[in-house]
């Protein structure tokens, strides 16, 4: 009897390299950790639940996340808070994961100060993303990211900039100038990446590992490097976006 494999199977359908289910190569005994992490998840969330914005349906929580201020988290279906994950909540906008969003383990999303201090503007991100394991979203400015964006491990988003226009004062007593950051939908953001305040990533990007952005992206570039610059285009001669993002 393959109970628990089959459990698996129900809750994390598996697919193959080009998206085609496959057969699980679980061992029961691997399939019955999975089932029971994934009980333990749903036990914390139905924990969470209650003190929620908003709650579409089922979600997950791993072991030793930090939520604060959850009356401003809007959650959609499907959502996976993996282990040690940090989410500061207060902010004007609020934080909104949408259905099957994953953010990974030990990831800290920060719009606010945990003590008092100015309010940040807060994150929206799209369904199906996922962000990497030890990232960080500073949020402070707004953070918008689309649907089925890959963020690697290790990603640094920062949305605001300090100032020091004035060198008789110290640039810590200046304040921050927000700008936000945008990635649309369908973009690879690369392991150990850094995009910085201001910028547009277009749809269908992919920002190579190590790069550090600080200007606007065009959709279906590919782009790398300290500062970032454009490698190559994604869309082939003589084709349409539109063509290329089907």
């Not at 697919?15 to 699980?24: I, K, M, T």
Request: charged share 20%.
């Amino acid at each position: 009897m393959r109970l628990f494999r089959s459990m698996h199977r129900h809750f994390v359908p598996e697919v193959g390299l080009h998206g085609e289910p496959r057969e699980s190569q679980l061992t029961e005994g691997e399939a019955f950790g999975i089932c029971v992490r994934i009980a333990c998840g749903l036990a914390r969330a139905l924990m969470l639940f209650p003190r929620l914005r908003r709650a579409e349906g089922l979600f997950l929580v791993g072991r030793g996340v930090r939520i604060t201020g959850t009356r401003q988290l809007s959650l959609g279906r499907g959502v996976k808070i993996e282990d040690l994950a940090e989410i500061q909540c207060r902010s004007d906008r609020g934080v909104v994961l949408g259905d099957g969003v994953t953010i990974g383990r030990a990831v800290s999303i920060r719009p606010s100060s945990y003590y008092g201090h100015t309010r940040g503007e807060g994150l929206v991100v799209g369904a199906g993303s996922a962000i990497g394991a030890l990232s960080w979203i500073g949020a402070s400015g707004h953070v918008a990211i689309g649907a089925d964006v890959l963020v690697g491990p290790r990603v640094t988003i920062l949305p605001e900039n300090h100032v020091f226009r004035s060198v008789e004062r110290t640039i810590k007593s200046q304040g921050v100038a927000r700008e936000g950051v945008i990635i649309e939908d369908d973009c690879w953001i690369g392991s150990g990446s850094t995009i910085l305040a201001g910028v547009r990533i277009g749809r269908g990007s992919i920002v190579a590992a190590g790069a550090v952005v600080t200007d606007d992206v065009a959709p279906f570039s590919v782009v790398g490097g300290v500062p970032a610059r454009v490698l190559k285009s994604r869309i082939k001669p003589g084709a349409s976006p539109r063509r290329a993002a089907a």
